[in-house]
């Protein structure tokens, strides 16, 4: 096996384990934001949760619940694993980064490595909407009043 089958066989294995065995499902407590967002294309939905500092400026802690395809349960489990303790910008730039990532116009390889296992998902635009819909759901939460 070359090497670039190698390292897509490793993605796959990744994305599958994060879908079947997510560490970050459940809800905060206490609940400072909650958030729902739907994909009617394929009916995947998650309910995100966020706990935040006493200051109310770091994440303490986001989990989900929800029903989706394995690129979106990994993708919400990777992305509240990744945002602990960020500030709600750091958050927001992460968000648009890895956007900007599955649209093929930056490479996050140094950056996040851990989201490199969706680059290729860039190769397939309907997929795409699968990896963002708890980043979306997660921008649009931190971007509402309270």
Same mark, same amino acid.
């Given at each position: 096996? #070359?090497?670039?089958?190698?390292?897509?066989?490793?993605?796959?294995?990744?994305?599958?384990?994060?879908?079947?065995?997510?560490?970050?499902? %459940?809800?905060? #407590?206490?609940?400072?934001?909650?958030? $729902?967002?739907? *994909?009617?294309?394929? %009916?995947?939905? $998650?309910?995100?949760?966020? +706990?935040? /500092?006493?200051? !109310?400026?770091?994440?303490?802690?986001?989990?989900?619940?929800?029903? =989706?395809?394995?690129?979106?349960?990994?993708?919400?489990?990777?992305?509240?694993?990744?945002?602990? =303790? !960020?500030?709600?910008?750091?958050?927001?730039? $992460?968000?648009? !980064?890895?956007?900007?990532?599955? +649209?093929?116009?930056? /490479?996050?390889?140094? #950056?996040?490595? +851990?989201? *490199?296992?969706?680059? =290729?998902?860039?190769?397939?635009?309907?997929?795409?909407?699968?990896?963002?819909?708890?980043?979306?759901?997660? +921008?649009?939460?931190?971007?509402?009043?309270?």
């Amino acid at each position: 096996m #070359n090497t670039q089958n190698h390292l897509r066989n490793l993605q796959h294995q990744t994305i599958i384990e994060r879908a079947k065995y997510p560490k970050n499902r %459940g809800k905060t #407590n206490p609940i400072d934001r909650y958030q $729902i967002g739907d *994909n009617p294309m394929c %009916g995947d939905r $998650i309910e995100l949760t966020i +706990k935040f /500092s006493q200051t !109310k400026q770091i994440i303490e802690d986001i989990k989900f619940q929800g029903k =989706g395809c394995a690129l979106t349960i990994a993708s919400a489990d990777l992305m509240a694993e990744i945002l602990l =303790g !960020k500030t709600r910008e750091e958050a927001l730039e $992460i968000t648009e !980064k890895f956007r900007q990532m599955l +649209k093929g116009e930056i /490479s996050l390889s140094d #950056n996040l490595p +851990k989201l *490199n296992i969706f680059q =290729g998902v860039s190769q397939f635009p309907i997929r795409i909407k699968c990896v963002l819909l708890s980043w979306h759901t997660l +921008k649009t939460a931190l971007e509402s009043p309270n």
